[in-house]
């Protein structure tokens, strides 16, 4: 059984991980300024504690299908910066489409990683709804689990993923970053509900609300549900609320965010928050954050070295590995 206490050893993993999300996040994104990558980048900044604390909680054998600002989950599975900048540089070395593709379209099912992001979002959810029916017909104790945002609870992919789990008492987590804005749309004009977490309530499944920017909170509240989902129990809705810091990609300048919003939200910062608590702990100073930052700044000069070194792929091999 997954422990929901963390070690000092994992909050300084998940502090790593954190900054490393975000890091490789800002360079990509200077690298798209520079028309350096092909297509867009979509970044989750603000909301790092979410993909890294949830799929922390996840066994070995379990799988995750993350979507573009769940870069935590690639990068706590195994995925390298050298891969995350081959696709995005479109390179013949990424790992899953090898150049014919962008952004975190990435999927590695040894890793645990499934079929790619699914640019229409909510595809997701019966993705993973489909792996945790598999495992439960084959008499596997894994569980599977999909991230997506709150504007994806009004479409239709999300209720019949969900709907079909529950009815069916599947091993499956569903984690909701609620960031507060559907692209440009804010949550008072997509719902009436307060919490998103009581959508659960329709489907006979437990919903929780959790604050998305304390890593250690998701990841007790993810840990319980995976423990939940693996005991046969079915599906649990987790709704992590945060705050999207930055537009929907970078071609979004993101003017109807509220000023005072993105001010009090910048303060719940969720890195600099454990960064905090584990100065208060000893675990954390000057000196080793210094050699955290160094440690990230080469993994990513290294990475972007590594792509830009990599092939394009040849014209002729356009349609290799396409079709059945």
Request: aromatic letters at 6%.
């Amino acid at each position: 059984m997954q422990e929901t206490q963390l070690a000092p050893a994992d909050l300084l993993t998940l502090y790593r991980t954190m900054r490393r999300m975000r890091a490789i996040e800002d360079k990509a994104t200077e690298l798209y300024h520079e028309k350096r990558t092909v297509g867009r980048i979509y970044t989750g900044t603000g909301q790092e504690a979410i993909s890294v604390g949830a799929t922390y909680a996840l066994g070995a054998d379990d799988v995750v299908a993350p979507i573009y600002r769940d870069m935590g989950a690639h990068l706590v599975r195994g995925i390298t910066a050298r891969e995350i900048f081959a696709q995005y540089m479109g390179r013949v070395t990424a790992s899953s489409n090898h150049g014919k593709d962008s952004g975190l379209h990435l999927s590695d099912i040894a890793r645990g990683v499934t079929v790619s992001m699914i640019s229409n979002l909510t595809p997701s959810i019966p993705v993973a709804t489909g792996c945790a029916l598999a495992f439960k017909l084959r008499g596997e104790p894994r569980v599977a689990m999909t991230f997506f945002g709150d504007g994806s609870t009004s479409t239709g992919h999300f209720h019949e993923g969900v709907n079909f789990a529950a009815a069916q008492r599947l091993p499956v987590v569903f984690v909701c970053s609620n960031n507060q804005w559907a692209l440009s749309t804010p949550n008072r004009k997509q719902f009436a509900l307060e919490k998103l977490a009581d959508r659960a309530l329709g489907y006979g499944i437990p919903g929780v609300r959790v604050d998305g920017n304390d890593v250690e909170a998701v990841f007790a509240a993810t840990c319980e549900a995976v423990q939940r989902a693996r005991r046969g129990d079915g599906p649990t809705f987790i709704e992590a609320l945060t705050m999207r810091m930055r537009g929907h990609s970078v071609t979004d300048t993101a003017q109807y965010l509220p000023q005072e919003m993105v001010d009090e939200w910048a303060k719940k910062d969720p890195i600099d928050r454990l960064g905090g608590k584990l100065r208060e702990m000893g675990l954390l100073d000057d000196e080793i954050d210094g050699k955290i930052s160094a440690e990230i700044a080469q993994e990513l000069d290294d990475a972007v070295s590594y792509a830009e070194n990599a092939p394009i792929l040849p014209a002729e091999e356009a349609l290799t590995h396409v079709y059945a």
